[in-house]
């Protein structure tokens, strides 16, 4: 890996001292965004990782490799310093050297990633769905989506999940509530989108995005997800409709993530959301009005 060379030092008692020296540079295997770890690259698996602990693993095998390779030239003690040892001060080492380097980063996982797809490095693949995209019966689902929804109401949520799989959904604008009595039968196709996108979708909170006092309200996207869900919102009543009309959109804009610093990302996804209020929009020249699409039960 290139983010980090492993050096030698004797020390005054005569033993080998190996350790992995951090390397100022613009790294093709480790990504940082936000002074803080954002993914790295495991060859084995063939994918990129967000698991900051997998750095350590990684790191320390190589320098495991190393000591075997070294240890046929030297007759003395060779002392490793791996990061899973908190007394070597290498993982102390490693946190420092994030926050001192510049960003360095690239979005992951812009579009679903099915388990027979062949991915590069340069894809930007974290993760996969369980299964390949392929033609199958979907007997249960037909049943279940007849009976909840009249043919022009299914058709928009089939057309949003159609977006979503193509990756169309990156650019398409827009939004879907639905709006219905308790029992309806809302969740239980959000359930169903959820299991269809099973790693890719986040839970969000319409009410938090809509006020004006939430700061935090966007750290919820800092995975990139491509679907977001919200079982039983709120949009009774908009503060600043700003932030969700930025997400919607798909722009850049300002991530706030808890005790890390500010960055700039744009939001992929595409917004489900289910209530059992009517959504209330004021402001008549609201972006809001034309990105929603609203989906009723039949029943």
């Not at 983010?3 to 940082?32: A, H, W």
């Not at 991915?119 to 979907?138: E, N, T």
């Amino acid at each position: 890996m290139d983010f980090y060379q492993i050096k030698e030092r004797s020390t005054k008692n005569g033993v080998l001292e190996v350790y992995p020296d951090f390397r100022v540079c613009r790294s093709s295997d480790l990504m940082v965004r936000g002074k803080a770890f954002y993914a790295i690259w495991d060859e084995e698996k063939g994918l990129w990782s967000t698991d900051e602990y997998d750095v350590q693993r990684l790191v320390d095998k190589e320098l495991s490799e190393y000591k075997e390779k070294i240890a046929s030239r030297t007759d003395g003690v060779i002392k490793v310093k791996y990061m899973n040892e908190f007394s070597s001060k290498i993982w102390t080492e490693y946190r420092s050297y994030l926050n001192a380097v510049s960003d360095n980063s690239h979005q992951l996982d812009e579009n679903l990633t099915f388990s027979d797809t062949v991915v590069k490095k340069k894809d930007y693949i974290s993760k996969r769905l369980p299964y390949p995209l392929k033609k199958g019966k979907f007997d249960a689902y037909d049943e279940i989506i007849g009976t909840l929804y009249e043919p022009e109401e299914r058709a928009k949520l089939e057309w949003a999940i159609g977006a979503v799989v193509a990756g169309d959904a990156k650019t398409i604008q827009k939004f879907i509530v639905l709006y219905g009595e308790a029992g309806a039968g809302k969740s239980t196709i959000l359930n169903i989108i959820q299991k269809l996108f099973a790693g890719y979708y986040t839970a969000f909170e319409a009410k938090a995005l809509t006020s004006s006092s939430n700061t935090f309200s966007t750290e919820v996207f800092k995975t990139n997800p491509l679907v977001a869900i919200q079982h039983d919102g709120d949009l009774s009543k908009i503060e600043d409709n700003t932030k969700l009309n930025s997400i919607v959109s798909h722009e850049e804009m300002a991530m706030n993530e808890k005790y890390k610093p500010t960055y700039m990302a744009r939001v992929n996804c595409f917004l489900f959301m289910a209530t059992n209020k009517p959504v209330k929009i004021t402001d008549a020249k609201s972006g809001i009005i034309r990105r929603l699409i609203d989906v009723h039960p039949s029943r």
